[in-house]
């Protein structure tokens, strides 16, 4: 990248240059509103100043016309960029079902990923170009937030629970990462970068060295061990939800609720489980609470992915 002065960072996602139009579209509609008032005051200030020769007779006491535009003209211009704003927030927080799912753990001060395959980086992410890429966040100590300005995506990363947003490179190269949110003494230092690959090299980067081709092996044996399997398989006497397939599944709950069964919904049943039952059942399950690791949750979730359904593995 050059050294010259950009107004904008490079841009290098697919919506990127989204947020840019309507940062560049509210900007010059707010600079034209205030230009336009600024303006008018001073020329009626010099033009009716005391002593001035202006003609102040027959002076109009209603201009409906005038006062309908400037209500309406500014509402439909600022409802309109409320609707676009709307429109590109809710598309932030809607990934596509083929998105590669890429889990962050955010600790004072560092950012630890894992893809997966079990494959684990530090202050690194590697990703490939032009596939949407779903991020699963959660923190072990304090609030961080993962900002990637190339790519104008920021989100809170908190502990106790899991938030997700999702991007697709658009280049390959480098892009830095920082830590968004103050978060103790190392918060400036608290960065990385995101490394945006060709498929193919992305590919033999993601087989290559300290891969744990078992982590969906061990979610299973965890399955077990905790005793999911006694109730929540097909042959086992207690009724309990089907869980193959599982993810990106509508399920439909006993208040009347409908919701796609993601990440945080499996960690919520497994922490939480009188928060969202599921239709047809009865609310038996205990809480896990303090009983389970935030990596043995990790290794179930992707045994639970290898079962299949939508948000089965990319490429798989
Ligand atoms: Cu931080």
């Given amino acids: 990248?050059?050294?010259?002065?950009?107004?904008?960072?490079?841009?290098?996602?697919?919506?990127?240059?989204?947020?840019?139009?309507?940062?560049?579209?509210?900007?010059?509609?707010?600079?034209?509103?205030?230009?336009?008032?600024?303006?008018?005051?001073?020329?009626?200030?010099?033009?009716y100043r005391a002593g001035s020769a202006a003609d102040r007779s027959n002076a109009p006491t209603t201009a409906r016309g005038v006062e309908i535009a400037w209500t309406v003209i500014p509402l439909l211009l600022f409802i309109g960029t409320f609707a676009w704003a709307a429109y590109d927030f809710t598309q932030l927080y809607r990934a596509p079902s083929d998105s590669m799912p890429v889990f962050v753990v955010a600790k004072q001060w560092m950012w630890k990923l894992e893809h997966t395959n079990g494959k684990r980086e530090i202050d690194e992410l590697h990703v490939p170009v032009n596939q949407p890429v779903r991020l699963v966040m959660t923190s072990q100590d304090v609030i961080h937030s993962f900002y990637v300005p190339a790519f104008r995506i920021k989100q809170d990363v908190v502990p106790g629970r899991y938030t997700t947003i999702w991007f697709t490179a658009t280049e390959t190269g480098e892009f830095h990462l920082h830590c968004a949110e103050y978060c103790g003494t190392d918060h400036a230092a608290m960065g990385g970068r995101i490394?945006?690959?060709q498929p193919g090299d992305f590919a033999a980067w993601l087989a290559s060295g300290n891969t744990r081709p078992g982590i969906a092996a061990h979610g299973f044996e965890l399955y077990?061990?905790?005793?999911?399997?006694?109730?929540?398989?097909?042959?086992?006497?207690?009724h309990a939800p089907d869980l193959h397939g599982l993810l990106g599944r509508e399920v439909h709950l006993s208040d009347g609720r409908a919701l796609i069964a993601d990440e945080a919904y499996i960690r919520d049943s497994i922490l939480l489980p009188r928060k969202d039952i599921v239709a047809g059942y009865e609310p038996i399950m205990p809480s896990f609470a303090g009983q389970i690791s935030e990596d043995d949750i990790l290794a179930i979730i992707e045994y639970i992915r290898s079962t299949g359904g939508n948000y089965a593995r990319a490429g798989q």
């Fill in 195 to 197: 490394i945006v690959m």
């Fill in 1 to 47: 990248m050059n050294a010259s002065f950009h107004l904008f960072p490079h841009s290098a996602t697919t919506a990127s240059g989204r947020y840019d139009a309507l940062f560049i579209t509210q900007t010059v509609v707010l600079a034209a509103v205030a230009f336009a008032v600024a303006l008018l005051i001073v020329v009626f200030s010099i033009r």
């Fill in 224 to 238: 077990r061990r905790y005793g999911c399997s006694g109730c929540h398989e097909a042959q086992s006497s207690v």
